[in-house]
């Protein structure tokens, strides 16, 4: 068995990140689940939210994606996402903005589709705040 992952992620214009990894954390649709080497093979659909790849470097990379693909085999983890990007290249104020933009539209909102789908946005604006600090 492989010691470490092969890691890429992979964005609607262009491959992102290839690394080897010790560990991968993502969001999946039933909730958060980790990668490590050896791992069963399996294709599942991520929500929103942050991978986090371990032992790529000194610190754990993350990257937040606005949901996607993953297969994974036992030494390869491919995510394909809709949308990704570095946690630390986010700008605090504008999330700032955009978060309290999110927030006004869900107050606004009437209920029903138009409710569900602000709520949804907002939720995620939070998730990225959360983790860019």
Same mark, same amino acid.
């Given at each position: 068995?492989?010691?470490?992952?092969?890691?890429?992620?992979?964005?609607?214009?262009?491959?992102?990140?290839?690394?080897?990894?010790?560990?991968?954390?993502?969001?999946?649709?039933?909730?958060?689940?980790?990668?490590?080497?050896?791992?069963?093979?399996?294709?599942?659909?991520?929500?929103?939210?942050?991978?986090?790849?371990?032992?790529?470097?000194?610190?754990?990379?993350?990257?937040?994606?606005?949901?996607?693909? $993953? @297969?994974?085999?036992?030494? &390869?983890?491919?995510?394909?996402?809709?949308? =990704? *990007?570095?946690?630390?290249? %986010?700008?605090? #104020?504008?999330?700032?903005?955009?978060?309290?933009?999110?927030?006004?539209?869900?107050?606004? $909102? @009437?209920?029903?589709?138009? &409710?569900?789908?602000?709520?949804?946005?907002? =939720? *995620?604006?939070?998730?990225? %705040?959360?983790? #860019?600090?």
């Amino acid at each position: 068995m492989a010691d470490k992952v092969e890691f890429e992620l992979v964005s609607p214009d262009r491959l992102l990140m290839s690394v080897e990894a010790d560990a991968v954390a993502m969001p999946g649709m039933e909730g958060d689940f980790g990668v490590l080497p050896g791992h069963a093979p399996l294709i599942t659909a991520l929500r929103a939210g942050v991978i986090e790849v371990e032992g790529a470097g000194d610190n754990p990379d993350r990257i937040y994606i606005a949901g996607g693909f $993953a @297969e994974i085999a036992a030494d &390869r983890l491919v995510v394909l996402a809709e949308e =990704a *990007v570095p946690v630390a290249d %986010m700008d605090r #104020a504008d999330l700032e903005q955009r978060v309290q933009e999110a927030n006004e539209e869900v107050a606004a $909102a @009437e209920e029903g589709e138009q &409710r569900r789908l602000a709520d949804g946005k907002a =939720a *995620v604006l939070q998730e990225i %705040m959360g983790a #860019a600090r």
